[in-house]
Antibody, heavy 116, light 107 residues
Framework: QVQLQESGPGLLKPSETLSLTCTVS????????WNWIRQPPGKGLEWIGY???????NYNPSLKSRVTMSVDTSQNQFSLRLSSVTAADTAVYYC??????????WGQGTLVTVSS | DIQMTQSPSSLSASVGDRVTITCRAS??????LNWYQQKPGKAPKLLIY???SLQSGVPSRFSGSGSGTDFTLTISSLQPEDFATYYC?????????FGQGTRLEIK
């Protein structure tokens, strides 16, 4: 059974760069889309973007100027970097596998708080 | 971006009730519509994909229908574990977008 696990700092200051890693276990990363999705406290879900196993990316235009995703299939990991964070970036960040037929596998989520 | 609008935003129902949640897309998305259930403090769980296909392991009391712009999620007989927030999501085009959620509460 595929499992995903997010890791990274939980507290950032404004203007810093958010860096998260998602480790995939129980399956190969090949031929799948790997996504980042976030959810501000008490609010809905926002798709940040995906990276395909071959490195191709697709980012949400609302965040595109600040987002970079990378993948390391040898380590079964993919990563998110979000630059110049503000309080509006405070959210639970999820990694998830999938695209067309939905996101069938999710990490447990990690809360990232931006505060001075 | 394709806007997804769910109705109602919240709903009170009793165990055993039949419940329907509606999702409307701002343009046609064919059948590229997925439904999720989210419980507090947990990641969303995929229930229905491609508008009407039941995800493996999901109870058959959940069903989905629709195509184009109008979609529904139906729970045929509510169970205690079904009280949660439900989201629709379109995968017709990027950026992927979600509805605002429907909170299903116990009456």
């Amino acid at each position: 059974q595929v499992q995903l696990q997010e890791s990274g700092p939980g507290l950032l200051k404004p203007s810093e760069t958010l860096s998260l890693t998602c480790t995939v276990s129980g399956g190969s990363m090949s031929s799948y889309f790997w996504n980042w999705i976030r959810q501000p406290p008490g609010k809905g879900l926002e798709w940040i973007g995906y990276i395909y196993f071959n490195g191709n990316t697709n980012y949400n235009p609302s965040l595109k100027s600040r987002v970079t995703m990378s993948v390391d299939t040898s380590q079964n990991q993919f990563s998110l970097r979000l630059s110049s964070v503000t309080a509006a970036d405070t959210a639970v960040y999820y990694c998830a596998r999938g695209y067309g037929p939905g996101f069938g596998h999710w990490g447990q989520g990690t809360l990232v708080t931006v505060s001075s | 971006d394709i806007q997804m609008t769910q109705s109602p935003s919240s709903l009170s129902a009793s165990v055993g009730d039949r419940v329907t949640i509606t999702c409307r897309a701002s343009q046609s998305i064919s059948s590229y519509l997925n439904w999720y259930q989210q419980k507090p403090g947990k990641a969303p769980k995929l229930l229905i994909y491609a508008a009407s296909s039941l995800q493996s392991g999901v109870p058959s009391r959940f069903s989905g229908s629709g195509s184009g712009t109008d979609f529904t999620l139906t729970i045929s007989s509510l169970q205690p574990e079904d009280f949660a927030t439900y989201y629709c999501q379109q995968s017709y085009s990027t950026p992927v977008t979600f509805g605002q959620g429907t909170r299903l509460e116990i009456k």
